[in-house]
T-cell receptor
Framework: DQQVKQNSPSLSVQEGRISILNCDYTNSMFDYFLWYKKYPAEGPTFLISISSIKDKNEDGRFTVFLNKSAKHLSLHIVPSQPGDSAVYFCAGSPSNTGNQFYFGTGTSLTVIP | DGGITQSPKYLFRKEGQNVTLSCEQNLNHDAMYWYRQDPGQGLRLIYYSQIVNDFQKGDIAEGYSVSREKKESFPLTVTSAQKNPTAFYLC??????????FGPGTRLLVL
């Protein structure tokens, strides 16, 4: 049973525009979320996190928004750059399982120059 | 230079053979994890360890075994009982309740 879902397998965006990647979760106990970027045949690279006590976290071009009532989070990349082309995974962790994270299936972002 | 290393980058397994994937970290992290990634799928947790000499099964532990004799090392053995071992294997580590950091991965192929 997939507890974290990324329903868009792929997304294409023009360079300079905003990329919005979405993620939904089903477990109301999730209180900490991560976004990772992954290139083929490499390990994921941590991008940004958010805890449930906040509804927004910003780091440079990357902003994550959390809507707890909708069990939804999104990653905004502004402006998008060709180097952002990769697969993006979101992950959530429930507070009662130590540090076990559940990952979504990923969204492949292509930024078109 | 702190980080997580995985070896080998590619590993070939023959029918009925056990193979071991190495994961080492020098980040002084207590927790370590093994994930499996299949094409078009997310990362699925195989095993994790919060502390030396202790580990727990993840969602897909069948056909795998681990040990945690040292804080820095968390090797994963893919046993002959794992009938579909071809995948990309990722090791991660973290401080308790904090962000996980990943190694570069090992691709396992069956001959």
């Amino acid at each position: 049973d997939q507890q974290v879902k990324q329903n868009s397998p792929s997304l294409s965006v023009q360079e300079g525009r905003i990329s919005i990647l979405n993620c939904d979760y089903t477990n109301s106990m999730f209180d900490y979320f991560l976004w990772y970027k992954k290139y083929p045949a490499e390990g994921p690279t941590f991008l940004i996190s958010i805890s449930s006590i906040k509804d927004k976290n910003e780091d440079g071009r990357f902003t994550v928004f959390l809507n707890k009532s909708a069990k939804h989070l999104s990653l905004h990349i502004v402006p998008s750059q060709p180097g952002d082309s990769a697969v993006y995974f979101c992950a959530g962790s429930p507070s009662n399982t130590g540090n076990q994270f559940y990952f979504g299936t990923g969204t492949s972002l292509t930024v078109i120059p | 230079d702190g980080g997580i290393t995985q070896s080998p980058k590619y590993l070939f397994r023959k029918e009925g053979q056990n193979v071991t994937l190495s994961c080492e970290q020098n980040l002084n992290h207590d927790a370590m994890y093994w994930y499996r990634q299949d094409p078009g799928q997310g990362l699925r947790l195989i095993y994790y360890s919060q502390i030396v000499n202790d580990f727990q099964k993840g969602d897909i532990a069948e056909g795998y075994s681990v040990s945690r004799e040292k804080k820095e090392s968390f090797p994963l053995t893919v046993t002959s009982a794992q009938k579909n071992p071809t995948a990309f294997y990722l090791c991660a580590s973290s401080k308790p309740m904090e962000t996980q950091y990943f190694g570069p991965g090992t691709r396992l192929l069956v001959l």
